[in-house]
C-alpha cells in the first residue's frame, strides 16, 4: 500500500500532483462519496518507484525510523547496530548477491559482492574513504536480468549512481538498496598519506575505522601492522580524526551533496542512533545501536518480515535523531588550506597548521597598489615563497589607512586563494594578534618603503606590531628615489623598527649605501622578485590571453609629445604597429592633453603582462616593464623617466651588462634597426640573470630558513 492511500480520506485535498508525476499513468483521480477527488492506484501497472509518494504536499515525507540491534556476536563485529549484516542475510539466504565496499591488501577501498554469509566479514564495518565502483553497477545490472535478489549498500551518491545506470525502465523489484547517513567520503590518498606518514603504508596490515574495543564509539581506529601490533587510536584529536570532522578531506561535491538528505533514493538508509539513550536509556547498551529509515513501503515490508532475526528492533520517532545527524553542515573553512599544505608538508603538519591556521610566513605587503609592477610584483614573490614549501598568509595594510586594503585588485582573475588572505584588522594594534598564526613575517617588495607610500599604509612595514620572538625580514625592499622620510620622528621610528629586522634586502644597488647611512644596517642586494617568479606562473595568469597579439607594446608611464614622435620613429622603422598603454592612474583627457598617440588606460594586469609576453618589442620608461622585456628576452628601448625609475633601469642594465645605448637619450638608434632589434646577447643576459637570481634565492633561502630550496 502507498503512503497516499492512507490519507484518502483524511487529508487528500485532490490536488492531483501524484496522478501527474505518476510514470506508469497508474493512478486515476476518482470521485469519493461525496464527489471530492481522491487517487486510485491500479496496482497491476504501479511499479513501486514512490513517485507519487515524494510529491504529495501533504505526507509527511520523513521517513519510518526503527532503532535495531542485531545479535550482540554480529553487533562486535559492526559499526553500529549490525543492520547490515542481518539484511544482508536474508538476501543470501535467498541465494541473492550482496555489494558492498571492501579493503584490499594494498589498503585501498573497492566495491565488490560475495555470494556466501561465510564472505560476509570482508563487507561489514565502516571504511572511512571512498570506494571505487569499479564496473559494480554494469555486475548488478547483469544479477537482476538473470534473476537474482541483489542487496547493494554504498553512499547515498552511490545509490543514486546505480539507478541512473540501470535506467527508469529497469526491473528493480528483485533490487534492494541500502545507503547510510553520509557525513562525507574522505579519499583513499588521504588516509594513505596519513598511513604513509605515520606508520609506513608498507607497514600496514589492515585498518578497523570502528573497532568496538572500547565500546561502540564513533571514531576509534585500530591499525594492524604486519608484524603483529596493534595500534589503536582513541583519541578524536588524532590527525586524521581531526580532519574528518573538521571536513577538511571533503571534495566539493560532498559540501554541497545532494544526496545525503531526505528523501534518500535507496529503500533503507542506516547509521549509528547516537544519543538514543536520552529518550531511552535502555537501548544503549555500548555494543551500538543501528538507526534505519524505511525510505519507502517495500523496506517497511522487509523490516517487518525480518523482525525475528533482530535481537531488539523498534519504530521510534524521527524525532529521536540527534540534530544535525542528518541535515549535516560541514564546516569548509581550512579546506582548502589542508589540501594545499599536504602537498608539501608532513600530513601532520598539514592538520596541525590548518587546524591552527598557523602559516610558515606572514608576507606584508600591499598587493592591491594601483600599478602593474607593483601588483604583480607581489604576487610574484607570493609564488616565489609558496614554491619554496611555505605557506603564506598575506597580511594587508590596516583598514584605517589611506590606501585601503579593500580597494580593487586590478587582477581579472582573483589569484589569491582565500585561505592565504589574514583578515584586514582596524589599526595597527589590531595586527598584533598575527603573532599567534605567523611563524616569521617578511616584507614584499616594490616601493612600500617609498615615504609617499609608506605614510598611506600606516607604515605598517615597519613590523611595529611584530613581537620579538618573531623574525622579521624584508625583500628586495625599495625606498623609490632615496629620499628620507620628511617626518624625523617617524624615520627614528621606522630606523628603531628595523634594528629589530633579522635580514634586510633592497631590490636597488643604489639603497645600499642609503640604507647603510640612515638606518645603520647592511642590507644585501637582491632582484626584484618578478625575475626569481617561476615563469610558469605568468603563463598561468595570462593562460586566457596567449591570443592576445601585440606588436610594439610601449608602456610610457609619463606620456609626452617628444616620447611619441619617438615611438611613431620605430614603428615606422620597424614597420611594427604600436599598442601604448600608460598608467593606470591617468584618465583619458588627462593622456590626450600629453601627447597625441591612442592609449589604454584600462588594461588588467594579466593583460599587461600578456602583451609584454606576446609581443616583438617593447618601449617603456617603467623599471618593471623593463624587467619583463628582459624575462621574456623581448628587444627593448628605454625612453628615461627622471621621476620615475631612470636610476633603477640603468642600474639594471648594467648589472646585467647590457649596453646602456638603448636607453634613449641618444635617438640615433632609432634609426638603426639591426641595433633596435639584434644587438641583444640575451644569452649572455640569461647567463647573468641566473648568478644574479642565484645570490637572491640564497638570501631568500636565508630568510626562509631553507637548507636546500626546493625549486
Ligand atoms: C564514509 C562513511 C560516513 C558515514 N557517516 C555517518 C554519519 O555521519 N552518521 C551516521 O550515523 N552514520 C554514518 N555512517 C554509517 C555508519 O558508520 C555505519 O556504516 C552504518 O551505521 C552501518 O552500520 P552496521 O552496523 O549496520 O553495518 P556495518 O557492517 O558496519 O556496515 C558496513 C556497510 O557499510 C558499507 N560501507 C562501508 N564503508 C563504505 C564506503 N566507504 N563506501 C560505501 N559503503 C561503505 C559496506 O558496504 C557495508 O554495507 C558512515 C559510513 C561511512 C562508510
Ligand atoms: S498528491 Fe496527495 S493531496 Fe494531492 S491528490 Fe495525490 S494524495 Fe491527494
Ligand atoms: S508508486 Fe510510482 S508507479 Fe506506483 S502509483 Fe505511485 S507514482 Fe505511480
Ligand atoms: S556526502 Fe554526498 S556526495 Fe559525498 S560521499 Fe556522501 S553522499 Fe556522496
Redesign the pocket.
Known amino acids: 500500500m502507498r503512503n497516499i492511500e492512507s490519507i484518502y480520506s483524511t487529508l487528500c485535498t485532490g490536488c492531483s500532483a501524484c496522478s501527474n508525476s505518476c510514470p506508469q499513468n497508474a493512478i486515476a483521480m476518482k470521485h469519493n462519496g461525496y464527489g471530492f477527488y481522491i487517487p486510485e492506484i491500479d496496482y497491476n501497472i504501479c511499479i513501486d518507484c514512490g513517485i507519487c509518494d515524494n510529491v504529495c504536499p501533504i505526507i509527511d515525507h520523513k521517513p519510518s525510523t526503527y532503532a535495531i540491534w542485531a545479535s550482540d556476536e554480529i553487533?562486535m563485529q559492526?559499526?553500529?547496530?549490525?543492520?547490515?549484516?542481518v539484511i544482508a542475510e536474508y538476501v543470501l539466504n535467498n541465494g541473492g548477491v550482496v555489494f558492498?565496499?571492501a579493503w584490499t591488501t594494498s589498503i585501498f577501498?573497492k566495491h565488490t559482492f560475495i555470494e556466501s554469509i561465510s564472505d560476509l566479514d570482508i563487507?561489514?564495518?565502516?571504511?572511512?574513504?571512498?570506494?571505487e565502483i569499479g564496473d559494480s553497477y554494469k555486475k548488478v545490472e547483469y544479477f537482476l536480468k538473470e534473476g537474482r535478489q541483489v542487496l547493494f549498500?554504498?553512499?547515498p551518491c552511490?545509490i543514486s549512481g546505480l539507478y541512473s545506470m540501470l535506467g527508469k525502465n529497469a526491473n528493480t523489484s528483485l533490487l534492494i538498496t541500502?545507503d547510510?547517513?553520509?557525513?562525507?567520503?574522505p579519499s583513499i590518498f588521504v588516509l594513505r598519506k596519513y598511513l604513509h606518514d605515520n606508520y609506513g603504508i608498507e607497514n600496514i596490515a589492515s585498518v578497523n575505522f570502528?573497532t568496538k574495543k572500547f565500546g561502540w564509539i564513533s571514531a576509534v581506529m585500530e591499525i594492524t601492522l604486519k608484524n603483529g601490533e596493534h595500534i589503536d587510536i582513541n583519541d578524536m584529536n588524532d590527525p586524521f580524526f581531526l580532519g574528518y570532522f573538521n571536513g577538511y578531506y571533503a571534495r566539493e561535491a560532498c559540501l554541497k551533496c545532494k544526496f545525503a538528505s531526505f528523501p534518500h533514493k535507496s529503500d533503507f538508509t542506516?547509521?549509528?542512533f547516537?544519543k538514543i539513550e536520552q529518550h531511552d536509556s535502555t537501548w544503549n547498551d555500548g555494543l551500538?545501536t543501528?538507526?534505519v529509515f524505511a525510505n519507502n513501503s517495500k523496506a517497511n515490508k522487509i523490516i517487518n518480515f525480518l523482525k525475528a532475526k533482530f535481537k531488539r528492533v523498534e519504530k521510534v520517532p524521527f524525532d529521536w535523531i540527534r540534530e544535525g545527524?542528518h541535515n549535516?553542515h560541514l564546516p569548509p573553512q581550512n579546506k582548502q588550506y589542508f589540501n594545499h599544505l599536504l602537498r608539501y608538508k608532513s600530513f601532520n603538519d598539514a592538520i596541525r597548521m590548518a587546524y591552527n591556521s598557523i602559516y610558515d610566513v606572514g608576507l606584508v605587503c600591499v598587493m592591491n597598489y594601483k600599478n602593474y609592477g607593483s601588483a604583480i610584483t607581489n604576487y610574484a614573490l607570493y609564488k616565489i615563497i609558496e614554491d619554496c614549501g611555505k605557506s603564506v598568509y598575506i597580511i594587508r595594510q590596516p583598514a584605517n589607512s589611506d590606501i585601503k586594503p579593500t580597494a580593487p585588485i586590478n587582477f581579472e582573475t582573483f589569484n589569491y586563494p582565500q585561505y592565504s588572505l589574514a583578515p584586514i584588522y582596524n589599526n595597527i594594534e589590531d595586527m598584533k594578534v598575527l603573532n599567534n598564526r605567523c611563524k616569521q613575517f617578511v616584507v614584499g617588495s616594490d616601493q612600500l618603503f617609498n615615504y609617499n607610500i609608506y605614510r598611506q599604509i600606516s607604515g605598517f612595514i615597519k613590523l611595529n606590531w611584530v613581537d620579538d620572538l618573531h623574525s622579521k625580514s624584508a625583500f628586495a625592499a625599495s625606498f623609490g628615489s632615496n629620499r628620507i622620510l620628511s617626518d624625523i620622528e617617524e624615520t627614528l621610528s621606522l630606523k628603531n623598527n628595523l634594528l629589530r629586522f633579522k635580514h634586510f634586502s633592497v631590490r636597488e644597488e643604489s639603497s645600499i649605501s642609503f640604507v647603510k647611512n640612515n638606518f645603520d644596517i647592511m642590507p644585501e642586494f637582491v632582484l626584484d622578485p618578478v625575475f626569481l617568479c617561476d615563469i610558469k606562473h605568468y603563463r598561468c595568469l595570462t593562460a586566457n590571453l596567449r591570443k592576445h597579439n601585440v606588436e610594439i607594446f610601449s608602456y610610457i608611464l609619463d606620456p609626452q609629445e617628444n616620447t611619441a614622435v619617438i615611438i611613431k620613429d620605430i614603428s615606422d622603422r620597424l614597420k611594427l604597429s604600436v599598442t601604448a598603454v600608460t598608467d593606470m592612474w591617468r584618465d583619458k583627457a588627462n593622456i590626450e592633453s600629453c601627447w597625441n598617440l591612442p592609449t589604454e588606460i584600462n588594461f588588467s594586469n594579466e593583460k599587461w603582462l600578456a602583451s609584454l609576453m606576446n609581443c616583438k618589442f617593447v618601449i617603456a620608461d617603467s623599471f618593471h616593464a623593463t624587467c619583463f622585456a628582459i624575462i621574456f628576452n623581448k628587444p627593448f628601448v628605454v625612453i628615461p623617466n627622471k621621476q620615475r625609475g631612470e636610476t633603477r633601469v640603468l642600474s639594471l642594465l648594467n648589472s646585467l651588462d647590457i649596453d646602456t645605448k638603448r636607453v634613449l637619450y641618444n635617438t640615433d638608434v632609432v634609426n638603426d634597426t639591426e641595433y633596435l632589434l639584434n644587438s641583444i646577447n640575451f644569452d649572455e643576459v640569461n647567463k647573468k640573470l641566473s648568478i644574479l637570481k642565484e645570490r637572491s634565492f640564497s638570501f631568500l633561502r636565508k630568510i626562509l630558513e631553507l637548507d636546500t630550496l626546493v625549486r
Open positions: 553487533r559492526s559499526s553500529s547496530g549490525g543492520f547490515f549484516s558492498g565496499a577501498v563487507l561489514r564495518r565502516s571504511k572511512y574513504v571512498q570506494s549498500t554504498g553512499t552511490q541500502l547510510f547517513v553520509c557525513y562525507y567520503n570502528r542506516m547509521g549509528d547516537w551500538g543501528s538507526m545527524q549535516r
